[in-house]
C-alpha cells in the first residue's frame, strides 16, 4: 500500500449530541469485555441502517478504555494494505508499535502473512508490561463495516489473529453480514458476544424519543408504534420516514400508507426527501455522491459553481442530519452513509455527464498530490489515456518506495491496447514484474515497449527507452542465475542509455560489479561497489551510498578483511548520523555487520551493544532484506550456543524472508540447515541434501557451490569416508587463493586440517592449522575455531604443546582461541563434586533452557516474548514449568539452581 496513510479511516466519530442512548445494549457490550482473562471478540451484525457505528461509539465514550478503530473500504480487501492499515490504527495506542511490520509490508515480497501477524500478536502482548494502570493493559480494537471485504486472505488474516488474540486486546467487528471466521469455536469457547438486527432495532420507547426528541416530530405514541412496527425497529427507515414527515400536517395518513419492503420503501423516502430539498441541495448531493469521501475544496472542484460554497453545505447537511458523517474532528472531510450514497448514484444522470464529474475529481486529486485517487476517478470516466498517464508519472515515486505491487494493480485494471499504445508504460511494467521476480510477465510486456516505440528512438521523449529495457533484461537475467545474458544486456545498457543518463548507466555498471562477485572476482566487485558509491555521491543520493556499504563490508569479510570492513561500517554509521534519522535507520544492517564482527571477535560487551542498536533500527529500516539477514545472524548465534533446533528455525524464517536481489547467493539456507543437522548428529539428513542437490567431489571447483563443496566434505567427514575429498578441497583452495579471497582460504584450510586429523596425518593436521592461524591472527578471527567444537580444541591444543617450548609469535594468540572453547574434563576424568545436588525431577526442553538463559540474562518476560516469537502468557507458562524442574519459587532460584547443575 501507499505510505500515505489516510488519517480518516482511524478517526473514532465523535457520538452526536442528539442520539438515543441504549443502556441495554452497553450492558451487553460491557458483558463481553467484562473479562480480564479471556480474549473476547464481539461481533455487530446487521443490514444496513440499523445504528451498529453509533452504538459502537457511545460505548467507546462511555466504557472509558483506550480504543483504535479502523473503517474499511473496499482497498482493504488486499491483505497487505488490511495489515498495514491495521497496524497504522494501533499506532493511534502506541506509536512505536509495529514499525518493522510496516516496512515489510512495503517490500516487493512481503513476509507470509502468518509470520507478520505473529509479530504483530507478540508486539501486543508487550504492551502490558510497560502499562502501569488498568486502563493501558486492555483495550478495544474496532473493524467497521467488515462487510466491504471481500477477500479470503483477509478473512484466513482476521481468523489467525482471533485464535490467538492477546489477553489485553478486544476486537470489535461491526458489519452487515457475518465474516467468515470461525464463529461457532468462539461460541463454544464463550469468547463472542453477538448483537444482531433483532438486538438493534428501536424498541417503541427508543422509537418514541428518537422521532420525537431527535428528529423534532410530536408523534402520538400510537402513532409512533404504528412507525416502529411498520419499519420493524429499523433506524434509518425511521429516519428518512421522520424527515419526509417534516411539514406534513397528517401524520397518521402518511404513517399509513407507510408500507412495503425495505427497498420499496426507500426508494419512496429517497424521492420525498430529495423532492423536500431545494434545487441546489439536489445538484450538490446527487454530483457529489460519486466521492467515497469529500471536503469543501472538492466539492467546489465538482460542482463549477462561484455561488455556492462546498464547506457550508456539508456544514448545512451535518446540521440537517442529513445522512452525512464527519471523519475528522475539524469537520473538513464527510462521507455520506453508506446506504444513502448508493440510492443517490442510483439517480445520477447520463453516463457523459458522470464521467465529466469523475474527470474533476480526478483533476482535484492530482492536484492535491493523491496519485491514487486521481486515477480511480480517471479511470471511472472511462479516460484510459489520463488514467494511463497518471500511472505513468507516479511510477517512479512508487517504486522507488516499495509500492511496486500497488502500482500493479492499477494498470492491471487498464485495456490491453491502451497500455500497448504507451512504451514507456510497458517499460514500467516491465519493470514491476521484474521487481517481483516475474521474468516472463517482464520480458512479454519489454516486447510491447519495443513494437510501440519503434521508429520513436530518436524522439527525446523516447531515447533512453533501449537503455532500460536492457537493463531490465540484465536483472531478469540475473535472477534466472545466467551470468552471460546479465553481462550482454548490462553492457548493452551502458551502450544504448544516453551520456546523461548517468543513473541508468550507473545501475548497469553495479550489475556487471556484481556478475565479477557471483565468479568469485571479489576484488573486481568490491572496485565496482566503489565506483557506484562515488557516482551515487556525486547525483546527490546520499542514502543509496549509505545503503551500499554493508554490502561493501560483506566483499571485504569474503576478503579476510575484518579491519577494513569494520572501519567501513563505523565511518558511515558516523554520516548517516550526521545526516538524521532519515539516514540512520537505514544502518540497521550497519550495526548487525559490526555486531557480528564482534562476536568473530570475541569482543562479547561490543556485541552486545550493536546487536541491541541493530535490532532498535531493524524495526524501522526500509530496506526489505532486513527479515533475511537478521535470521541468518541469529542462527550462527544459536547454531554456536548449541539451540539447533532454534537455529534450523531462524534459518526457515532468513528462506521465507528472502527477496530477489542481485547479490549472489553464496552460502545457501540448505547447505547451512545441513551444517546444523551434523551438529544435531543427523548425518541422514544432511545425507539426503547431498542426494537431493547431486554433489560429488569430483565437481569441478567454482566460487558459487563453494560452501557446498565444503559442507559435503564435513558430510564425508561425518561419514569417515574420505576418498577424493582432500583432491576436492585442493581445487577449491588454489580456485579461492588465485582470486585472492583470503575468507575463503581460512575456511578451507580448517576443513582440511579436521580431515587430515580425521585421518591420523597429525603433522599435515598440525601444518593446515598453522597456516590457517596465520591469516587469521591478524584480523583476529576467534569464533570461526570456537564454533568448530571438540576435534578442533583438541587440535588447537596439540598445536600449543607443539609451540610452547620456544616463545612462538602464535603462541598468545592460540590462548586467546583455547579460552572460548566450553571447560572440558581432563583426559576424561570427572573432577570431585563436594555437597552434590540432587538430580532434576525432568530434564529441560531445548526451549526452556533457552528462556532459562534469558532469564539469566536479565531479560523481561516480554522481551523474552519478543525475541522468541511467543506471546507473553506462553513465556509465563514456560517459566511455571521451568522453576518446577528447577524446584525453585522464583527467578533468582531458578538461575542460582541452573547454575549449581551446569545448564547455563
Not at 166 to 187: F, G, K, N, S, Y
Not at 330 to 348: A, C, M, S
Not at 672 to 695: F, P, T
Not at 768 to 779: K, N, S, Y
Request: net charge negative; proline share 4%; hydrophobic share 40%.
Amino acid at each position: 500500500m501507499s505510505t500515505t496513510v489516510l488519517a480518516t479511516k482511524l478517526y473514532i466519530p465523535s457520538p452526536r449530541s442528539k442520539i438515543v442512548l441504549r443502556p441495554r445494549l452497553i450492558e451487553q457490550l460491557n458483558k463481553g469485555f467484562s473479562s480480564n482473562h479471556t480474549p473476547g471478540v464481539t461481533l455487530i451484525s446487521a443490514p444496513a441502517g440499523f445504528g451498529k457505528t453509533t452504538l459502537v461509539n457511545e460505548w467507546i465514550a462511555e466504557c472509558g478504555k483506550p480504543a483504535a478503530w479502523l473503517s474499511l473500504d473496499e482497498g482493504d480487501g488486499d491483505p497487505a494494505r488490511f495489515l498495514a492499515y491495521f497496524v497504522t490504527a494501533l499506532q493511534t495506542l502506541k506509536p512505536d508499535l509495529g514499525l518493522g511490520v510496516l516496512t515489510a509490508l512495503q517490500s516487493p515480497q512481503p513476509p507470509p502473512i502468518e509470520s507478520i501477524l505473529t509479530t504483530i500478536i507478540n508486539e501486543i502482548t508487550a504492551i502490558s508490561d510497560n502499562s502501569s494502570t488498568d486502563s493501558g493493559l486492555r483495550f478495544i480494537f474496532v473493524l467497521d463495516d467488515y462487510h466491504i471485504i471481500d477477500s479470503k486472505p483477509v478473512d484466513n488474516a482476521l481468523a489467525f489473529l482471533i485464535e490467538h488474540l492477546p489477553p489485553q486486546m478486544h476486537m470489535v467487528i461491526a458489519t452487515r453480514e457475518d465474516p467468515q471466521i470461525p464463529l461457532a469455536r468462539l461460541r463454544a469457547r464463550g469468547q463472542l458476544t453477538e448483537l444482531r438486527a433483532a438486538d438493534l432495532q428501536f424498541s417503541p420507547a427508543e422509537a418514541m424519543e428518537f422521532l420525537n426528541r431527535v428528529m423534532g416530530l410530536n408523534l402520538s405514541e400510537k402513532d409512533v408504534a404504528a412507525l416502529e412496527s411498520r419499519t420493524e425497529g429499523w433506524i434509518a427507515g425511521l429516519q428518512l420516514a421522520a424527515l419526509s414527515m417534516q411539514g406534513h400536517h397528517e401524520a397518521a395518513s402518511f404513517i399509513k400508507s407507510f408500507t412495503g419492503s425495505h427497498r420499496f420503501v426507500l426508494d419512496y423516502l429517497i424521492e420525498e426527501v430529495l423532492g423536500q430539498q431545494s434545487e441546489k441541495i439536489q445538484v450538490f448531493l446527487l454530483r457529489t455522491s460519486i466521492l467515497d469521501r469529500m471536503c469543501g475544496a472538492l466539492c467546489d472542484a465538482i460542482l463549477l459553481d462561484s455561488s455556492t460554497s462546498g464547506q457550508e453545505i456539508l456544514e448545512q447537511l451535518e446540521r440537517a442530519n442529513l445522512f452525512i458523517v464527519p471523519l475528522d474532528n475539524e469537520r473538513r472531510w464527510y462521507r455520506y452513509h453508506h446506504l444513502f450514497g448508493d440510492l443517490l448514484r442510483q439517480r445520477l444522470g447520463q453516463p457523459k455527464e458522470l464521467a465529466e464529474y469523475h474527470l474533476r475529481a480526478s483533476a482535484w486529486y492530482e492536484a492535491n498530490g493523491d496519485p491514487a485517487e486521481a486515477f480511480q476517478h480517471a479511470l471511472a470516466a472511462g479516460d484510459f489515456e489520463r488514467s494511463a498517464s497518471l500511472a505513468e508519472s507516479a511510477w517512479q515515486n512508487m517504486e522507488r518506495n516499495f509500492q511496486t505491487l500497488a502500482w500493479l494493480g492499477w494498470v492491471k485494471k487498464l485495456p490491453n491496447a491502451t497500455v500497448c499504445s504507451r512504451p514507456w508504460l510497458c517499460v514500467q511494467i516491465g519493470w514491476a514484474y521484474s521487481d517481483v521476480g516475474e521474468t516472463e510477465e517482464s520480458e512479454s510486456y519489454l516486447q510491447n515497449a519495443e513494437r510501440a516505440a519503434a521508429g520513436m528512438e530518436t524522439q527525446d521523449a523516447f531515447k533512453s527507452i533501449p537503455g532500460n529495457i536492457a537493463l531490465i533484461r540484465a536483472g531478469n537475467a540475473q535472477i534466472e542465475g545466467d551470468l552471460a545474458e546479465t553481462v550482454r544486456y548490462a553492457e548493452l545498457s551502458i551502450q544504448l542509455a544516453p551520456e546523461e543518463d548517468l543513473l541508468i548507466r550507473a545501475q548497469a555498471a553495479i550489475t556487471l560489479g556484481f556478475t565479477q562477485w557471483a565468479v568469485g572476482k571479489v576484488e573486481a566487485s568490491l572496485q565496482a561497489m566503489h565506483t557506484w558509491m562515488d557516482d551515487m555521491q556525486k547525483m546527490g543520493n546520499q542514502m543509496y551510498a549509505i545503503a551500499s556499504v554493508f554490502v561493501v563490508a560483506d566483499m571485504q569479510i569474503t576478503l579476510g578483511r575484518l579491519d577494513d570492513a569494520e572501519k567501513a561500517l563505523r565511518k558511515t554509521i558516523q554520516q548517516a548520523e550526521a545526516l538524521g534519522s532519515e539516514a540512520e535507520v537505514v544502518t540497521a544492517h550497519h550495526h548487525l555487520g559490526l555486531a557480528m564482527l564482534a562476536y568473530e571477535r570475541g569482543d562479547d560487551a561490543a556485541f552486545a551493544q550493536s546487536l541491541q542498536t541493530a535490532a532498535d533500527l531493524g524495526q524501522r529500516t526500509t530496506l526489505v532484506d532486513w527479515p533475511h539477514r537478521w535470521n541468518l545472524a541469529q542462527a550462527r548465534l544459536k547454531k554456536s550456543n548449541g539451540e539447533f533446533d532454534s537455529a534450523l528455525q531462524c534459518l526457515d524464517n532468513a528462506q521465507r524472508g528472502y527477496v530477489k536481489n542481485p547479490i549472489p547467493i553464496i552460502q545457501p539456507i540448505e547447505a547451512h540447515k545441513a551444517r546444523v543437522h551434523l551438529k544435531q548428529g543427523r548425518l541422514d539428513k544432511a545425507q539426503a541434501w547431498v542426494r537431493e542437490r547431486s554433489l560429488s567431489v569430483n565437481d569441478e571447483a567454482s566460487y558459487l557451490s563453494e560452501y557446498e563443496h565444503l559442507t559435503l566434505a564435513r558430510v564425508r567427514l561425518a561419514e569417515n569416508s574420505f576418498d577424493g575429498v582432500h583432491e576436492m578441497l585442493e581445487r577449491l583452495l588454489a580456485l579461492a587463493e588465485s582470486q585472492q579471497r583470503t575468507g575463503s582460504v581460512i575456511e578451507i584450510l580448517l576443513t582440511q586440517a579436521l580431515v587430515h586429523q580425521a585421518q591420523g596425518s597429525h603433522s599435515e593436521s598440525l601444518a593446515v592449522l598453522e597456516r590457517a592461524l596465520t591469516l587469521t591472527e591478524p584480523e583476529s578471527y576467534i569464533r570461526i575455531y570456537a564454533d568448530e567444537g571438540e576435534a578442533m580444541r583438541l587440535l588447537i591444543s596439540d598445536f600449543r604443546s607443539s609451540i610452547a617450548s620456544h616463545n612462538h609469535p602464535l603462541l598468545g594468540y592460540v590462548n586467546r582461541i583455547l579460552d572460548f572453547f566450553p571447560q572440558q574434563m581432563e583426559d576424561g576424568v570427572q573432577s570431585k563434586i563436594t555437597n552434590p545436588q540432587p538430580k532434576m525431577i525432568e530434564p529441560l526442553t531445548e526451549r526452556e533452557l533457552e528462556i532459562l538463559r534469558l532469564i539469566a540474562a536479565g531479560h523481561s518476560n516480554a522481551v523474552i516474548g519478543q525475541r522468541l516469537y511467543l506471546a507473553l502468557s506462553t513465556v509465563k507458562g514456560h517459566n511455571l514449568r521451568i522453576f518446577n524442574k528447577l524446584q525453585a519459587e522464583n527467578r533468582t532460584e531458578a538461575v542460582a539452581r541452573a547454575r549449581e547443575l551446569g545448564l547455563i
